[in-house]
């Protein structure tokens, strides 16, 4: 079965920039569907950005020009580049994906079935 696993989390200063990665270990159910999501203490979970097999993306608004979703097919590894990055960005980011989601529900975390364990993101003022 595997699972996702998460990393590239860490503290940074407002204005800075991360990199997370997601690759499925020992993973044997199809990704076609991955997305990124982010659940701060006291807020709920927030779908941040997916992609679908055909590179389609989509954003919630207030990640959209600072962070970008990719996914290298080679590797089968899901990235989320994170820039101007502010302190209402804070969060446990994890990783999600399914072998098929409604476009009308890449960013609702009850598409996807399969879970990482999450990476932490603090970024200070």
Do not use: I, P
């Given at each position: 079965?595997?699972?996702l696993v998460e990393s590239g989390g860490g503290s940074v200063q407002a204005g800075g920039s991360l990199?997370?990665?997601c690759t499925p270990s020992e993973f044997t159910y199809k990704?076609?569907?991955m997305a990124w999501f982010r659940h701060a203490p006291g807020?709920?979970?927030e779908?941040?950005?997916a992609i679908r097999s055909d590179d389609r993306k989509d954003y919630?608004?207030?990640v959209?020009?600072?962070f970008t979703i990719s996914k290298d097919h080679d590797k089968?590894?899901?990235?989320?580049?994170?820039s101007s990055l502010n302190p209402e960005d804070t969060a446990m980011y994890y990783c999600a994906a399914d072998s098929w989601v409604s476009n009308r529900e890449l960013l609702k975390s009850q598409s996807y079935r399969y879970w990482g364990q999450g990476t932490q993101v603090a970024v200070s003022s």
């Open positions: 079965q595997g699972q990199r997370l990665s990704t076609d569907y807020k709920e979970r779908g941040v950005a919630t608004d207030s959209k020009g600072r089968n590894t899901l990235y989320l580049q994170m």
